[in-house]
């Protein structure tokens, strides 16, 4: 994977993320954004960039301040970042498990699994299994 952009605003839950893929040689490069807001201003610079890499994978968590996961995919659903990054894919992490939040989750056509945290070699495993599907 050469771009991955991790969405959260625990600085522990990034640390420990980014060691875990890291240690697993996941991803290339891996961004990092503390809230929707700054990972859209992220991705619109990407497109106002040339020839910028695109994220193959987003981890998002939903529970953030300024703005949540379910507002920053109500935003990546507009047509201007679902041309862009069509071949996008976004994992949700949640710390909690509830099923309305997975229901919902498959409302959005990029999202590819709605999973526990943290991070685990397991779960990289995973994620990279169902995008080579």
Do not use: H
């Not at 640390?15 to 954004?33: D, F």
């Not at 910028?52 to 990546?76: H, K, Q, R, T, Y």
């Amino acid at each position: 994977m050469d771009l991955l952009l991790c969405i959260d605003d625990d600085p522990i839950t990034i640390m420990l993320s980014k060691m875990v893929m890291t240690r697993a040689g996941y991803a290339k490069e891996i961004v990092t954004a503390q809230n929707g807001e700054d990972a859209l201003a992220y991705l619109d610079n990407l497109m106002a960039t040339e020839n910028s890499p695109v994220p193959n994978l987003i981890f998002l968590d939903l529970n953030m301040p300024i703005m949540g996961g379910w507002e920053f995919l109500d935003a990546f659903s507009q047509e201007k970042y679902r041309t862009y990054f069509a071949n996008s894919k976004v994992v949700v992490l949640s710390s909690t498990i509830d099923p309305r939040d997975i229901e919902k989750s498959k409302s959005y056509p990029m999202v590819l699994d709605f999973m526990s945290k943290p991070i685990s070699k397991e779960l990289l495993e995973l994620v990279k299994s169902k995008l080579d599907a």
